[in-house]
């Protein structure tokens, strides 16, 4: 008889390992390399045979309960279509449409969902509620966004700087001569490299500027344990919550964390810059004063060349975006990988739900796996 396996839960990334977090990424460009070649047209080409790999069906005969209490675009987009690709079944469950809240407890709730799916996908407001949900839920509970912690949105950011690492190095070549020697080593290296293989990500320097809410959390208890530098901009009245600064501190990472309320002092030395919406989803009753205690933090060219951000920089967003957080230049520009973001939430929960919903497996050490095993 199988040992049972425990009921792994995703409240946030700083509840992962360094590796479990570099295992969920390198699984999220596997994911993403095996299954986009099924979703492109299939014209029938006789002369030419090419043999395409199913992704993990590790979600097949299983459902996924999307536990919604906030409305969604990519959240729910990317847990739907990920899902299915996996071979199982989402079971959408909004606010409207279940008894959470109204006349049942969370307690009742979790255990109810829990006996009749496989796992859940929780999209809540007070982080209370999903970490009850995880106490009494008997299987898996992934959180899809809380008013702390917002973890799938880090990862596919992750991935997306990842897959665009390219566009942070620089050749430190001091002539244009061709050094063919290094030229064919460079070509023999390349094929000796693993296809499938995560490219690589040296320290950058990420910079945040607006307000200090669950994006910005996760991303204080992840990048600096990744090597990157942080620095933060926020108006004063608008810092992270005890409960999550001292995650931040357990986790040694306040060392790696330049935190300041002068956006162009937060730019300095950019190779990315982040931003998050201003007036999140209850808020919008304050939205008149977080107008004028933002402005100034608006995202543009003028403010990352007059800061010092590098050259090259690039922009990224989780969306929805408002005009006033970034302007148009900028989020529609060259230097922007907002779309190329959004994109990867797919790709990213789906690597959750198959490592955490089904599989249940967190266990291996992801540099022992072959490709096929990832």
């Not at 700083?14 to 047209?41: F, G, M």
């Not at 979790?110 to 796992?119: D, F, K, P, S």
């Not at 992934?142 to 912690?149: G, K, Q, V």
């Not at 020697?181 to 000796?192: A, G, L, V, Y």
């Amino acid at each position: 008889m199988a040992a049972k396996l425990a009921t792994p839960h995703l409240m946030t990334l700083a509840d992962l390992s360094v590796p479990q977090i570099n295992r969920l990424l390198a699984h999220s460009h596997y994911c993403k390399q095996i299954t986009k070649p099924w979703l492109e047209p299939q014209v029938y080409k006789p002369t030419k045979r090419t043999q395409l790999r199913m992704p993990s069906q590790s979600l097949f005969n299983k459902t996924v309960a999307l536990l919604f209490s906030k409305r969604s675009t990519r959240t729910r987009l990317a847990s739907e279509t990920s899902i299915s690709l996996l071979g199982g079944n989402a079971l959408f469950l909004g606010r409207e449409d279940i008894q959470l809240g109204v006349n049942e407890t969370p307690r009742d709730t979790a255990r109810v969902i829990g006996g009749m799916t496989e796992g859940i996908f929780a999209r809540v407001g007070d982080h209370e509620e999903i970490e009850e949900l995880a106490k009494y839920s008997p299987v898996p509970v992934i959180n899809a966004l809380s008013s702390l912690w917002h973890p799938t949105q880090i990862l596919a950011d992750l991935l997306t700087l990842h897959e665009h690492s390219h566009l942070f190095t620089k050749s430190d070549a001091k002539d244009d001569t061709p050094d063919y020697k290094n030229m064919q080593t460079s070509i023999k290296s390349r094929k000796r490299e693993k296809p499938n293989s995560l490219p690589e990500l040296g320290p950058l320097t990420i910079s945040y500027v607006g307000d200090s809410a669950n994006v910005l959390h996760d991303m204080l208890v992840t990048y600096p344990r990744l090597g990157h530098s942080l620095r933060v901009a926020t108006p004063s009245k608008y810092r992270a919550p005890p409960e999550v600064w001292k995650r931040v501190e357990e986790l040694g990472c306040d060392k790696g964390i330049w935190w300041g309320e002068d956006p162009k002092e937060a730019v300095k030395g950019a190779d990315v810059v982040i931003t998050d919406t201003w007036i999140s989803m209850g808020q919008e009753a304050e939205k008149a004063q977080r107008l004028r205690d933002f402005q100034g933090y608006q995202v543009t060219e003028a403010l990352c060349r007059e800061g010092g951000a590098k050259p090259d920089w690039k922009f990224m967003h989780c969306l929805p975006r408002k005009q006033d957080e970034v302007d148009d230049e900028v989020f529609y520009g060259p230097r922007s990988l907002v779309f190329p973001e959004a994109d990867n939430r797919k790709w990213t929960t789906m690597a959750v739900f198959d490592l955490f919903i089904g599989r249940r497996d967190f266990s291996v050490d992801p540099s022992k796996l072959s490709t096929d095993q990832q």
